[in-house]
């Protein structure tokens, strides 16, 4: 695992399980954490999560994107919101290929940390 830095505070996490090869963009948000922009997830939400914390040793304060749950079971939607849960994400912005059960899912398990995700969102994170 390496650090691929673009600017100060803005890293990817690289090439990330494939095929279909992604990557995931980690924001550090000072006195917050991380905060992670993903595609669709095809490597598993929770395990991008785990692996941007792994790489940057920091917590993860939030995560916007797509999470790659459409046709999900239950126990698959259990261990993501465990993951989210297990982390201490503060917010929760899932957007396409989410799915709409997927989504009252995690509004109705995750509370206030679930924030609805759609497309011209504008997401500000001020000081705690």
Known sequence: ??????????????PLYGPPYEQALMIYVAHRGLMILTGCSHPGIDKIIEY?????????YAVIGGFHLVGADDSRLREVALTFKRYGLREVYPIHCTGDRV??????????VYEDGHVGIVV????P
């Open 1 to 14: 695992m390496s650090l691929k830095s673009l600017f100060p505070g803005i890293a990817t996490t690289g």
């Open 52 to 60: 941007a914390h792994n790489l940057t040793g920091l917590p993860v």
């Open 103 to 112: 989504r009252r899912y995690f509004k109705e398990v995750l509370g206030e």
């Open 124 to 127: 500000e994170i001020g000081a």
